[in-house]
């Protein structure tokens, strides 16, 4: 019974993870549980949003990532801050580091797309070309964070940041975009099996040019609200990178494509902001946290494996790991959706 | 260059000749990416002609060794379908074990190496066992990498042995010494992946495992083989790195994580496995490689340098989507 509700429920294991490091919070500190929820859940949201691009892309199949993301980060930081300190207007400053974002996202579109290139080389590429505008922008870079935005991002009414329940909505957003729209229906088809999408008639290239796009968008969100809750850096968004895909994962996403899990995000985004936490009140070094982070990621992922293990069905179920759609007979009603 | 002298002289033979067209199709990348690198040699060599005699050449390619080893540990582990994430970091720990266990006693520190290599075994197994993805895995376990390498030492620094030492200022005379360790992993890579029957078992794990376990050979046994050279490759790189930093540092090899993939796929590789390509790999970190040092020939200004690498890696890519497009 208990396998079968963690088998069912991928989702499960992040925020299985995330309570435990709460629990262990609470035992060390011995007070403030409430508190420490409070502050994990005002940073877990740029985690979350970054997270969820990345998704959106590792659900479009096999090869799929974005490992622009970090560079996008840095670079859509310094863009809206620089964007709102000349216009005065937050809501310029914003739009200009989301649009950094689908900038750089375009470059990788077009190498996918038209070059043929691997993702993981084409975003590479346009990460470097994002982070070389970067250090180009950082050099005498003075302009500060609008102070009204950064009041925004901090206001916790009742101990609930109002930026959580802001992503919280986003997350719910896409949620449904996953499962009622064409657009998230025929991602889902392609990342099952782009060979089948495409005999449908789904426009696989659109779909896949869309989700770069998205993934962009949400990593130039991630920055310009992160430079201003934070201060713009050039390396603002090199935990990202990692971080965002290993969410995702944790989060129940299938690394293959053709199952996404938006809430799986947040509760592996809380575990790893939980854990910072844990190891800062614990007066860990990095080097322990790294240790730490790196040792639980394992054990959640190799706890959680792949399914259960029984003799005799190793095959099958290997083939599915690699090939969803193969051994999915859902793959039909997914493309009529779309 | 080799490879595309020999590209005109076949193809007369490519409509009827099956086997040496695929061959042909097979070479094309790392041709592509030979192509780019014979250019990259040739803008270093007007740009300064010393670049092209021995002391020149050993100090241009002396970079690009331990990123072609690196590259290579990667390719291996591609070739079973799998992707190493953390090789940036191993290698980073690799030259911190480098630069302190192995001067204050040389058993520890080898006992640790091995043990390094041990770790990348037993990741492979359980990577198998409990069918995970490979990719998190190692993200998974660049963390620990991490970690180990800052507990051990904080901040750069240390020595390295003399031994090591001695093998990073060695100047023979009458040939480029890089060249030697680049050909060298190669040429071993070659044997183990290519030539080799569990070579043969990593690859058909790479592209039919199902075929792999009907003909009654393990797959758990190929990807410990993999995940097991993987390592070794990668201690290997560590020690030719500090061997010329002359110290050790966690993070001086980040970049290669990344950086190895794309020398990869340049050298024909691809991510769906099943393809094992040392030569390619070779060719393909030493283009890479060498960017870098053209660049700073050309005195592209320091903030522009990552856009220029990411241009010329998209654009050799591009002219091998061309190539292909010709052989098809």
Same mark, same amino acid.
């Given at each position: ?106 470059? =990788? ?114 920055? =310009? ?114 | ?328």
């Amino acid at each position: 019974m208990n396998v079968r509700v963690l088998l069912t429920r991928p989702w499960i294991w992040g925020f299985a993870a995330a309570a435990l490091v709460w629990v262990a919070i609470l035992a060390i500190s011995g007070q403030g549980g409430g508190q420490t929820v409070s502050l994990a859940l005002s940073l877990a949201p740029y985690l979350v949003v970054v997270g969820l691009g990345q998704m959106l892309v590792i659900t479009a199949g096999p090869g799929n990532i974005d490992v622009s993301v970090a560079s996008v980060i840095s670079l859509a930081g310094f863009v809206s801050v620089a964007a709102a300190a000349s216009t005065g207007s937050v809501v310029l400053g914003v739009g200009a580091g989301v649009a950094a974002g689908i900038a750089v996202a375009a470059v =990788s579109t077009v190498a996918i797309l038209g070059l043929s290139v691997p993702p993981i080389i084409a975003t590479l590429a346009s990460g470097l070309v994002a982070s070389s505008a970067t250090l180009s922008l950082a050099g005498g870079f003075t302009a500060v964070p609008d102070p009204g935005l950064r009041e925004l991002l901090n206001l916790r009414p009742a101990g609930v940041p109002l930026f959580a329940v802001a992503v919280a909505a986003v997350t719910a957003a896409v949620v449904a975009v996953l499962r009622r729209t064409v657009y998230g229906r025929s991602l889902i088809a392609v990342g099952q099996n782009r060979r089948a999408a495409e005999r449908a008639g789904i426009p696989v290239r659109r779909v896949i040019a869309a989700t770069y796009l998205a993934s962009g968008a949400l990593a130039g969100l991630t920055g =310009s609200l992160l430079a201003t809750y934070i201060a713009p850096t050039a390396d603002l968004g090199t935990r990202y990178l990692l971080d965002s895909v290993a969410v995702v994962v944790i989060g129940g996403t299938l690394i293959s494509g053709g199952r996404a899990v938006p809430t799986g995000v947040w509760g592996a985004a809380l575990f790893f902001i939980l854990l910072d936490g844990l190891v800062n009140l614990v007066g860990w070094s990095t080097a322990a946290q790294n240790l730490l982070k790196g040792g639980l990621v394992l054990l959640v992922l190799f706890l959680a494996g792949g399914g259960a293990r029984t003799p005799g069905t190793s095959l099958p179920s290997l083939r599915r790991r690699r090939r969803p759609a193969a051994a999915d007979t859902t793959t039909p009603g997914e493309t009529t959706d779309g | 260059m080799a490879d595309l002298t020999r590209a005109p002289a076949l193809s007369p033979a490519l409509p009827t000749a099956l086997p040496t067209r695929a061959e042909l199709r097979r070479a094309a990348p790392a041709a592509v990416s030979a192509v780019a690198m014979a250019v990259m040699v040739a803008v270093c060599a007007s740009l300064q002609p010393d670049v092209l005699t021995v002391p020149g050449l050993s100090l241009v390619l002396s970079a690009t060794v331990p990123l072609v080893i690196a590259a290579q540990a990667q390719m291996t582990l591609m070739s079973v379908g799998d992707i190493d994430l953390g090789i940036g970091a191993f290698v980073g720990l690799v030259t911190v074990i480098a630069a302190t266990s192995l001067v204050s006693s040389p058993v520890t520190g080898a006992l640790i190496l091995l043990g390094l290599v041990a770790a990348y075994t037993v990741l492979g197994v359980l990577v198998h066992l409990r069918r995970v993805p490979s990719l998190i895995a190692t993200l998974g376990a660049s963390f620990v990498w991490m970690g180990l390498g800052l507990s051990v030492l904080p901040t750069p620094g240390g020595t390295t042995p003399a031994w090591l030492a001695a093998f990073g200022a060695w100047q023979p005379a009458g040939f480029p010494a890089p060249l030697l360790p680049i050909l060298l992993v190669a040429a071993l890579v070659y044997l183990l992946a290519c030539r080799s029957g569990a070579g043969v078992r990593m690859r058909a794990l790479g592209s039919n495992p199902v075929a792999l376990q009907r003909a009654g050979l393990s797959p758990l046994a190929a990807r410990a083989v993999a995940y097991t050279a993987t390592g070794a490759l990668g201690v290997l790189s560590g020690l030719v790195l500090a061997s010329q930093t002359g110290g050790g540092d966690v993070s001086s090899a980040s970049s290669y994580t990344l950086m190895t993939v794309a020398a990869v796929i340049l050298g024909g590789g691809s991510f769906r496995g099943g393809a094992a390509v040392p030569w390619g790999v070779a060719i393909g970190g030493v283009t890479l490689g060498l960017v870098s040092v053209v660049l700073s020939l050309l005195d592209v200004p320091t903030a522009l340098q990552s856009a220029v690498q990411g241009v010329i890696v998209l654009a050799v890519l591009a002219g091998r989507v061309v190539v292909g497009k010709v052989l098809r």
